[in-house]
């Protein structure tokens, strides 16, 4: 899922001219891994577009890509860096070893049953390992979907012109136009319908089916394999085949809130509950966190405090990464990985160029120093 941010309007001139030209000049030189600086860079995946699947919206499927892209990406990791285990980093945190130079970890958020269908075969020819962050949903036995995807999938089916949308003291209006005020106005639900429990969600969007006139889950159709695939999240039994197959597991939260949005207390709870249950399915230990969205304006100072105390070793936003970038490890930096982005376009993330550059500009990207106030859109 794509996610609305703030970009400075310069960024928006220069950035096609570095993709398009200087990004596919220095990688073909082999300047980016010939430079690059040392430490660890994260990378962050979302999983792989199933065979078959024609994608509804750019915005909507903009964090999945190619299982052929996924390949290619592998074999350069693996021909230039030093890919890593997620056991590797646990025990580099632990100070029971060093990285080696060019450390290159792979995360997937979400849980997506393509993780296993489709992501999970190339992972095993490209002999790598991945750390795949699930909710509390895949600690379960029933097949469910993310509830924000489902939430996009009903503004952008439903009829155009001026709507109103209630459940209990919940009210949601606007109106609906282009694909560009869909959008808006579905982000916006997406922040204020953070502010409430699991099941204040589901009766909204319940309650916006019916008002919409739509059928039930259309997108999301159990007997449609290419669906559960696409829109599914993975069960219980399904996240055990992927520890069988030497991939490990950690927390996304109970049910992918913005945790910036919530009171405390809630976010406390979705971070705890969410270990516990993982831990109870599974029968292994979780210590591995990552903040749901990941933004800078989805965590604050107090939600970046709270993965300690709720028993994790580490915690991992979706932004700022690189190698040579700093790493705290209740804030650890990763690099966002789109379907847009080109194989160039990667090297220069996950070497640390494209942050280099940045601050030699004097226009960073956003920073993961932000533990001394809370983010702010």
Known sequence: MRYFSQVRAPMKIVSPFLKRVVYPALSLAGTFHRTSATGLAVVTYHGVLPEGYKSIDGALDGNLITAEMLHRQLRLLKTHYDLISPDDVLA???????????AV?????????????????VLQAEKVQCLFFVTGASAGEARTMLWYENLFLLFLRAPSGPFEVSAGKFVVRGELRSG???????????????????????SFIRAARIQF????????????????????????????ELTSA???????????????????????????????RLESALQRRVWAFAYPFGHPQSVTAQVLAMPQKAGYE????????????????FELPRVHVTAEMKLAEFEAQVSGFYMRLHRRAERPAPSVAITQGSASK
């Open 92 to 102: 580099w945190h632990q100070r029971h070893c060093e990285l080696p130079p060019r």
């Open 105 to 121: 970890l792979l995360t997937c958020d979400d849980g997506l049953l393509n993780c296993l269908t489709d992501m999970l075969p």
């Open 180 to 202: 560009d005020s869909r959008r808006a106005i579905w982000w916006d639900s997406v922040k204020r319908l953070s502010q409430v429990d699991e099941g204040s969600r589901a």
């Open 213 to 240: 006139g739509l059928e039930a889950d259309r997108d999301f159709e159990p007997d449609n394999a290419v669906s559960c695939q696409r829109f599914g999240l993975l069960t219980c039994v399904e996240l055990r």
């Open 246 to 276: 030497g991939m490990t597991i950690g927390a996304h939260t109970l049910s992918h809130p913005m945790l910036s949005q919530q009171s405390p207390e809630s976010a406390y709870a979705e971070m705890f509950e969410s270990r516990v």
């Open 314 to 329: 580490i915690a991992f936003l979706n932004f700022g990464g690189g190698l040579g970038t700093h790493l705290p490890p």
